[in-house]
């Protein structure tokens, strides 16, 4: 029998239920998986609380990493047995096994494991988006980086410095910020002992950086805003401390005729092909070693609520995956 972690009411971690469930024979373009590997996302707790509506029950989770067992009609993008990955709608990730629309799947390569790909597909796709679509970065350019040690920040910072950028990440602590510095970051910022603004100005001699990059949301956004240069821009990709405030026009101008994006990742790979570009250069970079991906942290799938609260009590750092 599969089983799958699923709510039926939106809350803290307690909602969370493990139940046994029936998984039939994928339909027209779809096809049943079995996962070997799921990843325990940020964004999933924004589902949890009722943050990003859904439709409930629901089940929970958009990152895995597995088999696939069958196809439906009209499926000819892969086949029974194929390695596949996936981060997206619809929820239900939180499985052993489902079925799913076929276009959702990414090819794994067989150089990258499914803890791996569970533990990046999501973070590692940010990440390309936020190097390679979002702003033209040049080598030499400086950018902040909020949560430097987290998932996607470990991440960005090594595809930083293969693009020849200078990287300032914020952590919250001393051990976060050695585990960034291990992963490329060049000036740390303990935002809860510094000034975040005020030491980016005086890393980039009174000037600020070209682009923020802000996964953090309404706990540093007005220091993301006074630490980027004018006409530069601030990149609001997340919201672990909760929602951006409202954001008035005039600040924009006060700071510098500044820009702010709220970009989200379902936009830049929903094209087959750039999302295919997307992940042939991530795990192009994972699988020669330029960018390495290690699962720090590792759950049962039936503590799904252990993992959350971890993962909101800032418990973590780098990646997390469910092991199945």
């Known amino acids: 029998m ?14 969370l239920r493990w139940e046994e469930v029936v998984v039939g024979d994928p339909g027209p373009g779809e096809v049943r998986i079995r996962h070997e590997a799921v990843g325990l996302n940020f964004a999933d707790t924004y589902f949890r609380t009722g943050l990003y509506p859904a439709p409930l029950p629901a089940g929970m989770g958009v990152e895995a990493a597995g088999v ?29 096994e489902r079925v ?41 350019d400086t950018i902040l980086l909020t949560a430097a040690a987290g998932g996607v920040g470990l991440i ?20 976060k ?46 220091a993301s805003l006074a630490s980027v240069k004018r006409r530069g821009l601030v990149v609001c990709f997340g919201t672990a401390s909760g929602p951006v405030p409202p954001i008035d026009a005039m600040q924009l101008a006060i700071h510098g005729s500044v820009f702010v994006t709220r970009p989200a990742l379902a936009d830049y790979i929903a094209d087959p092909a750039e999302r295919e570009e997307l992940a042939g250069e991530l795990f192009g970079h994972i699988a020669s070693g330029r960018i390495a991906v290690e699962v720090n942290q590792r759950y049962a799938l039936v503590d799904a609520a252990q993992a959350h609260r971890e993962l909101e009590a ?6 997390s995956v469910f092991v199945l």
Request: hydrophobic share 35%.
């Open 100 to 140: 799913m629309p076929a276009d959702s799947l990414i090819r794994l390569p067989d150089a990258i494991g499914f803890e791996t790909a569970a533990a990046s597909t999501m973070r590692g796709l940010t990440s390309a988006y936020l190097m390679r679509r979002i702003h033209p970065l040049r080598p030499g």
């Open 68 to 96: 696939v067992e069958a196809v439906g009609d009209g499926v000819t993008y892969v086949g029974e047995g194929d390695r596949v990955t996936y981060t997206g709608s619809p929820l239900g990730a939180y499985s052993t």
């Open 156 to 175: 960005a910072c090594q595809w930083a410095k293969l693009l020849g950028l200078t990287v300032i990440g914020t952590v919250s602590s001393d051990e």
């Open 2 to 15: 599969a089983h799958a972690t699923r709510f039926k009411e939106t809350g803290g971690p307690d909602v």
């Open 177 to 222: 910020a050695e585990v960034a510095r291990a992963h490329g970051c060049d000036h740390i910022i303990n935002h809860r002992r510094e000034d975040t603004a005020a030491r980016v100005r005086e890393l980039t001699d009174g000037v600020g950086v070209p682009v923020v990059f802000d996964s953090v949301g309404r706990t540093t956004f007005a």
């Open 314 to 319: 800032g418990r973590t750092t780098g990646s």
